[in-house]
């Protein structure tokens, strides 16, 4: 089975802090993709990053970066900087091939919120 | 560039009545499709995909339904609405072989 466990439900910072936020996943599979995705309140995911289970290496992009062990099956992310434009709920997510090969299974999301 | 589309944006209706969602991709020709529900809580759960026209494949057992008519349209139906269907409903598209999926806007749906 897959699953998905962000411990974080809810986190708060000022402006300009880093925040990182965690993911832990399972799965049996040894090939499987992992993904972050922003739900900003207007609802819409927006695809950040897929990481194959094959290429740990970490990567960045501006202020984001994620940081990926298969060692502790962690895939966390965090933000440089934080902007009030971050504020929104980040889901984690996994794609592993038993199953019908099709599912995102998703973590339940963390929402973070960045205040002036 | 690929876009998708979902109408309508909300959606409030009675116990009992019929649903019809509908979504559309344009930009791309053959993609895989996807419907999720995200209920209270946040969580999403895949209903329906898609992986050609014609081809449905359930995840999970319910009270709607999907169909594919077109290559890029893709429709959640049900013929008898729940309270527990109330939720927001997300389409999803994917190339054929690649593992990211792109989501729409979503429709959020109130049954009362």
């Known amino acids: 089975a897959q699953k998905v466990t962000q411990a974080q439900t809810e986190i708060s910072v000022v402006e300009k802090e880093d925040v990182t936020l965690d993911c832990v996943y399972e799965t049996r599979d040894t090939t499987y993709y992992l993904f972050w995705y922003k739900q900003p309140p207007s609802g819409e995911l927006v695809f950040l990053i897929r990481?194959?289970?094959?290429?740990?290496q970490n990567e960045i992009s501006g202020r984001y970066s994620w940081n990926f062990q298969k060692s502790t099956s962690s895939f966390n992310f965090t933000i440089t900087a934080s902007q009030v434009v971050d504020s929104a709920v980040y889901f984690c997510?996994?794609?592993?091939?038993?199953?019908?090969?099709?599912?995102?299974?998703f973590g339940k999301g963390t929402s973070l919120l960045v205040t002036p | 560039s690929q876009t998708i589309h979902q109408w309508p944006a909300t959606l409030v209706q009675p116990v009992g009545s019929p649903l019809s969602l509908e979504c559309t991709v344009e930009?791309?020709?053959?993609?895989?499709l996807y419907w999720y529900r995200q209920a209270a809580g946040r969580g999403l759960q895949l209903l329906f995909y898609?992986?050609?026209?014609?081809?449905i494949s359930s995840e999970v057992p319910q009270n709607l339904s999907a169909s594919r008519p077109q290559d890029r349209q893709f429709i959640l139906s049900s013929k008898k609405l729940l309270l527990s269907d109330s939720g927001f409903y997300l389409c999803?598209?994917?190339?054929?072989?690649?593992?990211?999926?792109?989501f729409g806007p979503g429709t959020r749906l109130t049954v009362t």
């Open positions: 930009g791309t020709s053959n993609p895989n």
């Open positions: 990481r194959n289970s094959f290429d740990e």
């Open positions: 898609s992986v050609g026209i014609g081809q």
């Open positions: 999803a598209w994917s190339r054929q072989r690649s593992y990211e999926q792109y």
């Open positions: 997510a996994l794609r592993a091939f038993s199953n019908s090969g099709y599912a995102l299974n």
